[in-house]
């Protein structure tokens, strides 16, 4: 497996329950991303993390959302009491460092497709 | 107003033509920026990125960035049936957010 991996890779949910999407970055790398994409909103920037630094979590929409990174791996995306609007494809990236001043250059996963119903 | 903005309007084109696709942003302190294709039902991958102003070619692509004008271009030449893609521009400043455009979605009709 050598690309970014994602899990599951759709998702239908009923209105109110929570959901948990998972991220597998390349082996290596140790900054992972989150990103959502809506119809006609283009890709929005949710979470970042970077080694063992504090999360970047300044693109989380609201506090239903919450994600954590375990071991400097592989991250889980949280939803909690998901909405309708919540419905998007949650993409996940990795680049090798996250260090800020270089183009750090972001590979992205297949990303998990939520519906709420 | 959004930090980049993309005309998400489809754009059909004959194979053979050239694509021509572009991106305005407001925020000076962006230093990279990149171009992501992306196909159906998969994640962006990316194409290329440049970080100054000017021309970057790669085979069938250029990238040309004026940062006076605060405006990036990706041209693509002799399109084929496989460049059928939604193609997304993305920039990036100190830290390590990318600041995406809405895509375009391209169609190379053989």
């Given at each position: ?12 949910t ?11 970055p ?11 994409q ?12 970077q ?67 | ?19 021509s ?22 994640g ?56 995406f ?10």
């Open positions: 497996g050598a690309g970014v991996s994602q899990s599951p890779s759709n998702k239908v009923e209105k109110g329950k929570d959901v948990e999407l998972r991220c597998d390349i082996s290596g790398h140790t900054a992972l991303y989150w990103y959502r809506s119809l006609g909103q283009g890709l929005e920037f949710l979470i970042y993390f080694g063992n630094s504090a999360p970047d979590k300044s693109g989380l929409p609201s506090d239903r959302f919450s994600a954590e990174r375990t071991g400097g791996s592989v991250s889980t995306l949280t939803i909690q009491r998901t909405q309708q609007e919540d419905s998007a494809v949650y993409l996940c990236a990795s680049s090798l460092t996250g260090l800020a001043g270089g183009p750090n250059e972001q590979y992205f996963g297949p990303g998990t497709r939520l519906t709420v119903t | 107003q959004k930090e980049v903005e993309q005309d998400p309007g489809p754009l059909s084109v004959p194979e053979g033509a050239i694509v696709l572009n991106c305005t942003y407001s925020n000076s302190a962006f230093q990279y920026f990149m171009w992501y294709r992306q196909y159906s039902r998969k962006p991958e990316l194409l290329m990125y440049t970080y100054s102003s000017g021309n970057k070619e790669d085979g069938r692509f250029t990238a040309q960035v004026d940062k006076s004008s605060k405006y990036i271009s990706l041209f693509i030449r002799d399109s084929q049936p496989s460049d059928s893609a939604t193609y997304l521009c993305a920039m990036k400043k100190g830290n390590n957010r990318l600041a455009g809405k895509g375009n979605q391209v169609v190379v009709i053989p």
